[in-house]
């Protein structure tokens, strides 16, 4: 059986989610940069994301789908009650319309 074709387009979307994540949780005032994990998680995302021209089943392939896999781990434990999915459509709202991103929780209400 051949190995699964490399996730990138998962990744994408969930470096997609870390991102809007952290837009939401910067306006309404979050953690500093350095000491939100949703910045080492991006990273790492990142990351596997350059494993995903190795040939199938290669070394750095697997690498690529192991650091994705933590990662993603790493992401469901930092998402927290705080964070609010309406918060993060409202910060990538924001981000493609180039309007500027209230500060307050439950998107600036």
């Not at 080492?40 to 697997?62: D, F, H, K, Q």
């Amino acid at each position: 059986m051949a190995p699964p074709c490399f996730p990138e387009h998962e990744i994408r979307d969930a470096l997609g989610l870390v991102r809007l994540l952290y837009l939401a949780r910067t306006a309404r005032g979050g953690a500093p940069p350095g000491d939100d994990p949703l910045v080492t998680i991006g990273r790492e995302l990142r990351a596997a994301l350059a494993y995903a021209r190795e040939p199938e089943g290669s070394p750095g392939y697997r690498a690529g789908v192991e650091r994705a896999t933590r990662a993603l781990d790493k992401l469901a434990g930092a998402v927290t009650l705080r964070d609010d999915l309406g918060d993060a459509a409202r910060a990538g709202e924001a981000r493609v319309t180039g309007r500027a991103l209230k500060k307050g929780g439950k998107g600036g209400r």
